[in-house]
């Protein structure tokens, strides 16, 4: 049995896979039904580089999803991101050739179908195709011209590919933990349904989602994205970044970082003395919270230094009103909106989903799953396809359990009376026969 009424994430990063469970009830509400997170060992700056590991690591996450018994998730909307992924502009243009000459939706499909015309090198294939703008006769459309009157439409799209092999790999990966993927959608477009709000799209805003291996970024104006770009730097480096400078572990580089870690030095207030365990048997260390700020800060300059140079190069760096948001795990390191507003001199401030009514809705309040739950919201509003979960049919039913239920002490009685009955009748029909 299926409920088409459920749809399921599936956020595979860098550092972590997470599965997302969410039920829309009779009334529109979303009850978030599952959640399950798993350490991700397969991938890298946010491609697939072990199968096996991703595909344990996606099978860990959605088995801690399936809450209810016997419930089982049979496919899901899945994100891709990566440094493989590029984008660019290009036109469409069609004519409207029936006797109204109004504009319906199998024309903007129209449209659409042209812009995959474009040539592309045999290695990459289209993600999205995302009108930006519309030109009726002449005359720019912004918004929705399904409706209008019209005899020549001409379309400014967003064209986001990736390379064929990336994207190939990830479906592997979906199938060979037992799932179907019903589409797959950038992350950073995913986690703007999350945490940006319509009027931040339309006063134009610039998406900044810090993950474990990229940094994901999208710059949004007049309600449509402008701009996406994958970054190679993110969480990880700033891990890498500690371990060397005070030659430590990765797990207590990450413990440090997570627990005590500062974007910002000017922003450390409290410069308490943290101690290190020692390696084999050996003193600990003892370091201070400025001088752990003082690794830190450099690799996350760098970083928005590279997002400024990719929002000038968007062509809409003097259209940011909304400023920047962060999202994902990156932007809980402390005075990050400080250190952001200082080197890009834009308002900045942190996005929590929260789109969400019941069930683990409170749970999910937290950026590391803005991209999780920024799928499911995509899949809501851009009629994706809704994802199939089974469940155990009742007890009652032929296939129940108990029906399937191994014989006690190893014996089928049922069966052992039934042969017995039939070996009966075959002896009395023969000796009949005989008579």
Known sequence: MSNNNMIVALDIGTTKVCALVVESDQNGKLNVLGIGTSKSGGMSRGVVANIDRTVKSIQEAVQIAESKPGTKIKSAIV???????????????????????EITESDIDRLIEDAKRVHLSRDREIIHIIPQEFIIDGQTVTHDPIGMAGVRVEASMHVVTGLVTAAQNIHKCVERAGLKVEELVLQPLASSYSVLTEDEKEVGVALLDIGGGTTDLAVFEDRTIR??????????????DIRKGLGILPEQAEELKVNHGYAMVAEVVDDEPILIPGIGGRKPIEINKKLLAQIIQPRIEELLDIVAMEIKRSGYSRHLSAGIVLTG??????????????????????G???????????????????????????????????????????????????????PKNGRDEKGFVSRGVQFLKKFINKNIDNV
């Open 227 to 240: 701009h996406t770009a994958v970054i190679p730097i993110a969480g990880d480096h700033i891990t890498t």
């Open 329 to 350: 795990g990156g932007a809980l390191l402390k005075g990050m909106p400080e250190l952001v507003e200082y080197v890009l001199g834009v308002p900045s401030k942190i």
């Open 352 to 406: 929590i989903p929260q789109t969400f009514d019941g069930g683990f809705a409170r749970e999910v309040e937290n950026p590391i799953y803005a991209t999780a739950v920024g799928l499911v919201q995509y899949g809501l509003k851009r009629g994706a396809g809704k994802s199939t979960i089974e469940f155990a049919e009742s007890s009652h039913d032929a296939d129940s359990p108990e029906e399937k239920a191994p």
């Open 79 to 101: 994100g891709i991101a990566g440094e493989h992924i590029d984008s660019f502009k290009t036109n469409s243009i069609i004519t409207i050739s029936n006797a109204e000459h």
